[in-house]
């Protein structure tokens, strides 16, 4: 008797020598003039020959359906494939095996052809689509296309190459998406054309080719077409728009030469990245940092785009900084810094170009400087970067409505729940300006603030923090010293070095520090410490692999491009109206027209989510709500402008 892999030997050659004849018949059929006929007389010759659907077949019901599914191509482009694609490949087939080497390499070259089919077979019952390859509906492979040929490692290398490649997980989202179709009367297997339009992972594939040591940015993007993929599904022409979002307008880099007060000259880099304005002049932070890079002002370009969409306030977004850092620096040393900065960038600013914005590192001090050297190299008074010095306040309101608007928009997320945050005990990453007055901001309403934290390590105090405490660490920031002094004054707070403060016990969490600071450990050991809702104060303060560990553990997130939106809304009315703001807005009133503003945020990302079938009690909705009233946005803006 026959061995199983000798059988399935000879199975193989059969089944290939077999299409190969039914091949032969197509040329014929060619030679005859049948290649333009209906695909149904095709069909009578050979089982295999049926590569395609199109409109006008024998089953209106599945043409529509898959066009739906994967998009409409050109009847040319259809028929030349079947006709020539599939017979040059068998043909393949059936040479004499080459050298090892050369039969990975072979493998390769050919793959991409091999690979770009799907078909819509019956499955448990309904009409799925699957990956023309993977013939056990997703199981592991028990050999590879071509056979035998090779050693074991080289087919499961040729096999791994498929799983990871681009179309193989293409015809995987099409058969997540067919389990919802209603694909009807189809009686038997027929092959359709997996990629007949861009889709969102290939969107992803050249952000990763184009920027693949971009790391942030990479992360960035995937989420935000994770979260598009219903729009691009529904509305394919915004594909191209995505595209051309993706890539910022322009990117400035240049170096920031500047000597400290032992007069050594040092170099450091400084950027901006104008991202896109079809809304309205670039808007966003500078930041002063030492893991200031390229892929970092490019999230912060992005981030600050979506937001300024999401707060409706008639500005583009852009992100920018140097990997300069002003901790331990003099003032006079900071000052030549913020010169020599603008001295490269100011031919970019002004008030119908570009506005700056604080940020990490860039407080009022820094923008006060960059604005003095602004308006010396302009030779005149034009706008201001940090908007008016309130006389009530005595600072930046923009700031201020940034840490407040995420406690607005903690309430309203918690009413969606019937919770109320009095009471409850948060968390607070970072003891940076959004930071304090995220703490300032809970224990008014009656929350109690338990931690915050800096780059050493992390302040615990049990009873929370109140007014009193919040000036001490205030003061402490002021002076550059660690948190740990809190504890010479507070002895019963405790501050932990090395550590980050998501394993104490909280309800809601504020990370307000900096890019992935929460990772999958950090997420972890949130969801032990009995933590319901993660508010973003900083951008993107989650990892990939903590969102997924947050998402199944059921912990609701509210992104910062919306959570965070409350400060730019407020600085856009605030730069237009400052005399109104200082002799008629009091503190009340200021508080009362940001929580109307958070709420009109909160609602219109619940309503996106709706619109596209994310209901609001998915621990996602917001997430992908934000990013889908925001994208809508900007793209109708760009199709308008003709940008597309």
Not at 142 to 148: L, V
Request: overall charge neutral; glycine content about 8%; aromatic content about 8%.
């Amino acid at each position: 008797m026959l061995s199983n892999s000798a059988c399935e030997e000879m199975s193989f050659s059969a089944r290939m020598n077999a299409s190969l004849e039914e091949m032969n018949l197509l040329q014929q059929a060619r030679g005859h003039g049948l290649v333009g006929v209906p695909q149904s007389m095709v069909r009578e010759m050979s089982e295999e020959i049926d590569l395609e659907i199109g409109p006008g077949d024998d089953d209106p019901s599945f043409s529509q359906a898959a066009q739906a599914l994967v998009g409409v191509e050109s009847d040319e482009q259809k028929h030349l494939l079947m006709v020539t694609g599939h017979h040059d490949e068998l043909a393949k087939l059936g040479q004499q095996p080459r050298k090892k080497k050369k039969v990975v390499k072979k493998w390769r070259d050919e793959w991409a052809d091999t690979y770009k089919w799907a078909y819509v077979a019956v499955h448990e019952g309904t009409h799925r689509i699957f990956c023309s390859v993977c013939k056990d509906f997703g199981r592991k492979h028990r050999r590879n296309p071509y056979g035998n040929e090779g050693s074991r490692n080289m087919q499961m290398s040729a096999l791994e190459e498929h799983n990871n490649s681009l179309l193989h997980k293409e015809a995987l989202r099409l058969q997540m998406a067919s389990k919802d179709k209603n694909i009807s009367t189809l009686e038997r297997p027929m092959y359709i054309k997996a990629l007949l339009s861009k889709s969102s992972e290939s969107v992803v594939d050249a952000v990763m080719r184009r920027d693949r040591n971009e790391h942030e940015y990479v992360q960035a993007i995937q989420e935000l077409v994770h979260c598009l993929e219903p729009v691009l599904a529904k509305h394919p022409q915004y594909v191209q728009v995505l595209e051309r979002f993706l890539e910022p307008e322009r990117v400035i880099m240049f170096r920031v030469p500047w000597v400290d007060d032992k007069g050594e000259a040092h170099v450091n880099r400084g950027f901006r990245v104008q991202f896109n304005r079809s809304l309205g002049p670039y808007r966003g932070g500078l930041r002063f940092h030492p893991n200031a890079d390229l892929s970092v002002m490019k999230v912060l370009g992005l981030e600050q785009a979506m937001k300024n969409a999401l707060a409706a306030n008639g500005f583009g977004g852009a992100g920018g900084g140097s990997d300069f850092d002003p901790k331990g620096k003099s003032e006079n040393e900071v000052m030549r810094f913020c010169q020599s900065f603008m001295q490269e960038l100011y031919t970019y600013l002004g008030p119908t170009k570009d506005y700056p914005l604080e940020d990490m590192g860039v407080g009022p001090r820094e923008i006060s400087y960059l604005f003095g050297q602004y308006k010396r190299l302009k030779g005149c008074h034009e706008g201001n970067f940090s908007g008016p010095r309130n006389l009530w306040s005595g600072f930046n309101m923009h700031t201020e409505a940034t840490g407040y608007g995420l406690v607005h928009f903690a309430k309203f997320l918690l009413a969606d729940f019937s919770k109320d945050i009095r009471g409850l005990r948060c968390v607070v990453s970072g003891s940076g300006k959004i930071a304090l007055h995220v703490v300032e901001k809970l224990f008014a309403v009656g929350a109690i603030p338990i931690t915050v934290s800096d780059s050493r390590g992390y302040l615990y105090d049990e009873a929370g923090f109140d007014d009193g405490k919040l000036r001490f660490i205030r003061q402490i920031k002021s002076q550059q010293k660690s948190l740990r002094e809190y504890t010479k004054s507070y002895p019963r707070a405790k501050y932990c070095d090395d550590c980050k403060p998501w394993a104490e016990r909280c309800d809601v969490a504020f990370p307000c520090a900096t890019q992935n600071e929460l990772n999958h450990f950090d997420a972890t050991a949130l969801v032990g410490a009995g933590c319901h809702f993660l508010i973003e104060g900083a951008v993107m303060p989650c990892t990939s692999e903590a969102l997924d560990v947050l998402r199944k553990s059921n912990v609701f997130v509210a992104p910062s491009k919306a959570a965070s939106a409350g400060g730019v809304a407020l600085a856009a009315l605030e730069a237009t109206n400052s005399t109104t703001f200082q002799m008629h807005f009091t503190i009340e009133d200021f508080d009362t027209r940001l929580m109307d503003v958070m709420r009109e945020i909160y609602i219109k990302c619940v309503k996106a989510g709706y619109d596209y079938g994310i209901s609001k009690t998915n621990t996602e909705a917001l997430v992908h709500g934000a990013n889908i009233a925001a994208f809508l946005q900007i793209a109708e803006a760009m199709q308008e402008q003709g940008v597309v």
